[in-house]
């Protein structure tokens, strides 16, 4: 069974800084490309970035380009996101979720998502 | 960036309605779209991709259709447990990857 589990979100203070990790399971990890999606409370989904599969190719949102941080282990199962700068409108569910195949971005298995609340 | 309009934004529908959501990309897509449904509190699900075709275990009441810039989804049956938001994403051209804005089926 594929399961992705998010952790390490809170309560940080404008400017600050967040890891977000991924701990995939039930896959073959190393194969697929890994997304971090986000929805801020009561509105929309919004694609953060995304990492092949080798991390050959990465992307970024406009909104967090120079801010934040994607990258994998495929030793560990495991991907992140390095948050920097972070702002009011950071405020957000954040979902990790996983793309069939390298060029197929689109999401066929989301985790449970962990909530990241930027405030003073 | 590809901007991707759905409509309507909610509407009610009665359990063994057919329903009908509507997806629009600023550009030709080709079949490059997915579909999501997201309940409250919950990751979204993935319903259809590559426009059409169904994700596996997905129930067949749901299909999907179009090409270029125009979609649709479509639950034959309306059934108590698909009131939900729904939204479509495109992936022909990224960065950046886009969604529409959603659209809510609630309960007459």
């Known amino acids: 069974e594929v399961q992705l589990v998010e952790s390490g979100g809170g309560l940080v203070k404008p400017g600050g800084s967040l890891r977000l990790s991924c701990a995939a399971s039930?896959?073959?990890?190393?194969?697929?490309?890994m997304n971090w999606v986000r929805q801020a409370p009561g509105k929309g989904l919004e694609w953060v970035s995304s990492?092949?599969?080798?991390?050959?190719?990465?992307y970024y949102a406009d909104s967090v380009k120079g801010r934040f941080t994607i990258s994998r282990d495929n030793a560990k199962n495991s991907l992140y996101l390095q948050m920097n700068s972070l702002r009011a409108e950071d405020t957000a569910v954040y979902y990790c979720a996983r793309a069939p195949d390298d060029s197929s971005p689109y999401f066929d298995y989301w985790g449970q998502g962990t909530l990241v609340t930027v405030s003073s | 960036a590809i901007r991707m309009t759905q409509s309507p934004s909610s509407f009610s529908a009665s359990t063994g309605d057919r329903v009908t959501i509507t997806c629009r990309a600023s550009?030709?897509?080709?079949?490059?779209l997915a579909w999501y449904q997201q309940k409250p509190g919950k990751a979204p699900k993935l319903l259809i991709y590559a426009a059409s075709t169904l994700q596996s275990g997905v129930p067949s009441r749901f299909s999907g259709s179009g090409s270029g810039t125009d979609f649709t989804l479509t639950i034959s049956c309306l059934q108590s447990e698909d009131f939900a938001t729904y939204y479509c994403q495109q992936y022909y051209s990224y960065p950046p990857l886009t969604f529409g804005g959603g659209t809510k089926v609630e309960i007459k």
């Open positions: 550009q030709g897509i080709s079949s490059y």
């Open positions: 990492i092949s599969s080798s991390s050959s190719y990465i």
């Open positions: 039930g896959f073959t990890f190393s194969s697929y490309s």
